[in-house]
């Protein structure tokens, strides 16, 4: 009798948690061992916000009418120059290879790193938005509404670029199809983003752009992984 | 167990090759052998459920698997030409890493243990991004030992080993052919298996 008998019978012992496990612990350990990749993003953020202030001139009616629009589009636009590390180093490094012929179920194991993906990214992006919305003015209700705002936005940000990420691996000037793919299914959450914002300044309610965010936010995460995953097969083939 | 009939690939609107058919047993090997380009890369993609044939099945004890078949990813191990390290992982991490992806349950200790088998005591706690091209090759051939998997997929598996490398790879199938695994291995090295455990197969 061989020792693999034992083995044959239970095919799949690995559960989907496990999987969402596995990828976020480890994109975030690879995460915070590159810190310094993470820093120039952020940077970014706050450079590309930064030059707004300075370009149209110190009008507080202009730089507050601006400021969520602004805020908003260089978060779409450090989303998208952070997005080829979903998957390009382990697409190259045959990691990739190896993650869908795991026993765990793919979509969950890119489930766990578009969640690495977005604590590394989006997390301290909307944590330093409050910051960043002095410089348009912005006051104490409108700051708190904007950075729960990004909250709930920038993680639908990662799930539909995961996507985009997925089908331009291995093309060639797959940074520029990338943008031209992901940036039109940005175009919701932008307007729902910005528009949170601007409630608040007028002074009504930001509750019914919010929860238009939760409910993409909530789609996006079901359908995501999955499309994902069927792009990331195709890829490999 | 495993067979193929009638196995057909084209690359890029190329046939590569077609009509392949084999069957492999219990403690037994298929050495792949062929000229670079002959498409032995994309035989063992096929077998590791990697890419879909053109033509032609894959079946395991009978029943016919598709790529990605869960049956398939429970029963393979696939090492291809990419070792799938991580540079800011440790030696030690990445099998523990690659081990885990695998749904087995691996420590620190077995991790280092597999690695001191393949002579890397000395170089477990350094980053991958350090390693030489032979210990990184070593490195990832460390899970094999780790990852009961009833048949294995190996890619060119001696590319950067030297001969002591060679040596311990030898053994490492040995013993595994031995315990009832199987191995589809291509290759442009003789391998020192037993020859009754050995297939040959040979693309044009």
Known sequence: MSPFDAVIPDTMPAGT???VAWSAARDLKLALRSKAELGVLLLFYVIVVTLFPLGVG????????????????????TSLLSLPRIFAAD???????QIALSPFPLPALISGKIGAHWASTGLPLAVASPILGLQ??????????????????????????????ALTLGVRAGGGLLALLVLPLYVPILIFGAGAVEAVCVGLSAAPQLSLLGAGLLAAAVGAPMAAAAAVRIALD | MLEAQHLAAQRGGVPLFKDIAFALNRGEALVVTGANGSGKTTLLRMVAGLTLPSAGTLGWSGASVAPFDATLRA???????????KD????????????TLHGAAVDMASAGAALTHWALERQRR??????????RRRVGLARLRLVRRPLWVLDEPTTALDSAGIAILHGVLKSHLAQGGMAVIATHQELALPASAQRALSLQ
């Not at chain 1, 697409?91 to 290879?97: H, I, N, P, V």
């Open chain 1, 58 to 77: 110190p009008e507080p009616a202009l730089l507050r009418a601006l400021g969520p629009g602004v805020l908003w589009v260089a978060a779409l636009l």
């Open chain 1, 17 to 19: 948690w496990g999987g």
């Open chain 1, 91 to 97: 697409f190259g490094d045959g990691t990739l290879e």
């Open chain 2, 75 to 85: 029963m393979t191990l696939y090492i291809g030409h990419a070792v799938a390290l």
């Open chain 2, 88 to 99: 800011e992982l440790t030696a030690e991490e990445n099998v523990v890493s690659l081990a």
């Open chain 2, 126 to 135: 350094l980053p991958a991004r350090v390693l030489s091209q032979g210990q």
């Open chain 1, 136 to 165: 348009f003015g912005l006051r104490g209700d409108e700051l708190s509404v904007l950075a729960l705002a990004l909250l709930l936005g920038t993680p639908t940000l990662s799930l539909l670029g995961a996507v985009g990420a």
